[in-house]
């Protein structure tokens, strides 16, 4: 057997995945080389994430890695990398051949990996990359083409002159490919440049899809319909049997992410070979968000965040069927698909957002683009609702800077554990009451805009109108007013909020905090009226 396709011994690959596991960026690549026979490793390894690991190098460090991949692997690293969600992109795939082939006539094994590479190509692809690269001249219907550039060759059989429309390195890994093509098999080079000039590129790139669709299949990357699915209810009753795994070997990408957590203590629980496929499946359930949320696997934060995502899920639906029993959560792991986990975590996460849908839809808590409520409140249940319900870690600020700009300066970001989930459902529980408190105040007002007015200014610049001796309602107040409205405000004790529960007392305490900012003014200093948020102010 030829030495590309020796295997390791399972103990030698699995202490190779733990150093993996633990190693970052080059870091990565000296395991890699520093292994008794660095090809055998590499080969061993799944495509997928030898992909991302050339990618955390930085394929010019790591092009010995894409030389050293076997012809499938390195089909995979083009299917990832040069397809967008427009189709295939030609120059997207061309480092990727300028790495493997660089070196090929330096060394003849380079140059027997280069061809073994260059002849497991889909001729779709190629039929793609050249027609982009490539203008073709028929020399028997054009004996004397016009050039647009000084970058053309004579086809060896005399057939075709091959002007190239790309420059610089891309022009060097086209040439070079034209000519290893030409040298490999001069035939088969002379038809694929016939073909450019009279085949439909649509049907072409159609194949092309087809056959990268099946090879990641293979890898556990879903189809769209499949992935979404994962997103679903979880079902009434468990699958009849579980979904297969994906034909590939376990990786090391996963234990990156080892937390500690539930999950990784049932999961250590189970046998060997069990845990080898659970590794397998919870690749798949990344994958599906991959899919489901068109993450660029061209970007490794993304990615990453991706896998941290589907463990996530699954922590809060191994929680959900288990509790936070670890010998119960090592016996459901073992016995349910990690499909139906995935679903059970989504499920909390989902029943959060139709709570939210339905608290906006009631229209007393603003909109998602306008919120209402005060920061974080009103930030929390837009991110609930979005299509992908989404985490605001602004309720981790403290209480004293609810309501401030500081409250709101938060990205969403996805639920990464039953805290997350449970501080969700205490903003919730505190939007709803505030909801009903706004509308029995007569504050719900639909408010458009990002500067639009938040419940505590309405609030307040009702009462402001209020001790002002007209009726309680968040109509403007003049400049001039301020003053007056200062004072008015420097004590508040409404008996209204008091009847409203933990909803009253957090619009009590938001109030009295606002309020602050009118002091000056209470205490003859100037206050600018566009300087003043905690009422309304007409211009």
Do not use: C
Not at 65 to 71: G, R
Not at 423 to 451: F, H, I, K, Q, W
């Amino acid at each position: 057997m030829a030495k590309q396709d020796k295997s390791l011994a399972p103990s030698e690959l699995a202490q190779a995945r733990s150093a993996l596991a633990q190693a970052h960026g080059r870091k990565r690549l000296d395991v890699i080389l520093g292994a008794r026979d660095p090809q055998a490793l590499v080969r061993a390894l799944p495509a997928d994430e030898l992909y991302f690991t050339i990618r955390d190098i930085g394929l010019g460090d790591a092009a010995v890695l894409a030389q050293l991949a076997s012809p499938e692997q390195f089909k995979i690293f083009l299917d990832l990398d040069a397809w967008t969600a427009d189709g295939f992109a030609p120059r997207k795939a061309l480092p990727w051949l300028r790495a493997a082939r660089a070196g090929a006539y330096r060394d003849p094994k380079a140059s027997a990996r280069w061809t073994r590479k260059l002849q497991a190509l889909d001729l779709e692809v190629l039929f793609l990359l050249f027609r982009d690269a490539l203008r073709i001249h028929d020399l028997e219907q054009d004996p004397d083409p016009e050039f647009e550039s000084d970058r053309f060759m004579r086809t060896p059989e005399g057939k075709f002159v091959v002007e190239f429309v790309v420059e610089g390195t891309e022009y060097a890994a086209v040439r070079g490919l034209v000519d290893d093509l030409y040298a490999e098999d001069p035939f088969r080079a002379s038809r694929l440049l016939s073909a450019i000039r009279w085949e439909a590129p649509s049907e072409l790139e159609e194949t092309a899809l087809r056959w990268r669709t099946g090879r990641l299949a293979d890898l556990g990357f879903p189809t769209m319909e499949e992935a979404l699915s994962w997103f679903a209810r979880p079902p009434r009753t468990p699958a009849a049997h579980a979904p297969g795994a994906p034909a590939r070997p376990p990786g090391f990408f996963l234990a990156t992410l080892a937390t500690g957590a539930l999950l990784d203590g049932a999961a250590a629980a189970l046998p060997p070979e069990e845990r080898d496929v659970l590794d397998q499946e919870i690749v798949a359930a990344a994958n599906a968000v991959l899919v489901a949320d068109q993450v660029d696997v061209a970007d490794l934060e993304a990615v990453r965040d991706a896998f941290e995502r589907a463990r996530a899920l699954l922590e809060l639906g191994l929680e959900q069927l288990a509790g936070r029993d670890p010998a119960r959560a090592a016996e459901v792991l073992g016995a349910t698909p990690v499909k139906r986990i995935f679903q059970e975590g989504f499920g909390r996460v989902l029943a959060l957002k139709w709570r939210a849908d339905r608290l906006l839809a009631g229209g007393a808590a603003g909109t998602r683009e306008a919120p209402l409520l005060d920061a974080p409140l009103g930030e929390a249940v837009a991110a609930l609702a979005g299509k992908r319900p989404r985490y605001f870690p602004g309720l981790e600020a403290l209480r004293e800077d609810w309501a401030t700009p500081a409250a709101a300066a938060f990205e969403p970001r996805a639920f990464r554990s039953a805290d997350d989930l449970a501080r969700a459902t205490a903003a919730l529980d505190l939007a709803e009451g505030l909801a009903a408190l706004a509308r029995t105040l007569g504050l719900a007002v639909r408010t458009e805009g990002p500067l639009a007015p938040r419940l505590s200014t309405l609030y307040l610049t009702a009462l402001a109108n209020e001790r002002l001796g007209r009726p309680f309602a968040p109509a403007p107040l003049a400049a001039a007013e301020l003053p007056a409205a200062a004072r008015a405000l420097a004590a508040i004790d409404d008996p209204r909020l008091a009847t409203g529960g933990d909803a009253g007392a957090l619009l009590l305490a938001l109030a009295r905090a606002r309020a602050e900012e009118l002091r000056p003014a209470a205490e003859g200093g100037t206050v600018r009226p566009e300087h003043v948020s905690a009422v309304l102010v007409r211009d």
